[in-house]
Every structure is written in structure tokens, then in C-alpha cells.
């Protein structure tokens, strides 16, 4: 943000003073192109983390928001991205779990991948390889992620030939 309050953008062209309208819409641009150039990096993993915004709507039901710089980042993300998950505390039945089958009943700390979901928690997952709640191990998770992109390279090979 630092960057785009000294960017002529981020001035206003009639009095010269500085817009932070103008600021935050050079940032969202800039976030976002940075994004798209991210998106198609070929094989290579590339993890985001980030903080979640919980607040009660006026309807009275809770709502998560990605803690982002601007609005245009946190709106976008999720179509750019191929995976959202988040880590948070579970009570559930670790007989409906076959991860956590050694755990017990209570709380447990675990990733929740897939939405909609019992909890209004943001989540996605474009690879279909993803459990609705995942062991909170990032290695094992992008394992799984990657053993589907590699069944399905050799598919798209044979079509292009």
C-alpha cells in the first residue's frame, strides 16, 4: 500500500492531492495481475496464508472474509485460485472421520476443503481429490492435491497429439 500511495494514480488529476481511492484501486490491480501471473506457474505449489474476518451479518447468520488489502483482492481470489482451505477447532465424531479415527470425540484442529459446509467456512477445491475435513497436514494435502494433476497429465497429452 506503501508503493501505491506514491504512484500518480493514487492522486487526484483535478487538485493534485493524494486519493487513497485511487491508491486502493492501483493496489487491487496490481494484486490481482500478480495473482493471474502466479496462477499459471507450471508445477509449482504456491500457498497463500491468511487471516479470516468473522462478523454477524444483519441477518444474524456469521460470515467469513478473507483479510485483504481492498475489496477487489478478497472478492477475486477464490476464481483465481485452485484450493481454499482453512484450518480451524472441530467437534466431531472421529468415526465419520478416517483420519482421525485415533483421536476420539472433541475438539480437534483440522482443514475444512470443501464448500458449502455445516460451518459458512470459505473453502473450494477444484481438484475433487479433497475430503469435506482433511488432516491438518499441508505436505499430505498437496500430496493428494498432485496425485490427481498427475493422473490426469497423460489424458491431456494424448488429446494434443
Known sequence: MGWAKTQPDAFSLRTGRPDPRG???LLGREVIGLLKH??????KNVIFV???????DEFGRE??????????TGAELPYIVDQIITMSDFDFDAATNTWAHNLGKGAHRALCCRSPNPWGLPA???SG???????????RLIEKINRSR????????????
Open 23 to 25: 491508491a486502493y484501486g
Open 38 to 43: 502466479v496462477q499459471h506457474a507450471p508445477s
Open 50 to 56: 491468511g487471516g479470516l474476518d468473522h462478523h454477524i
Open 63 to 72: 460470515v467469513f472474509e478473507l483479510q485483504t488489502e481492498g475489496a477487489k
Open 124 to 126: 473450494g477445491d477444484r
Open 129 to 139: 481429490q479433497l475430503d469435506l475435513i482433511e488432516a491438518p497436514h499441508l505436505g
Open 150 to 161: 498427475a493422473a490426469a497429465e497423460p489424458l491431456q497429452q494424448t488429446k494434443g497429439n
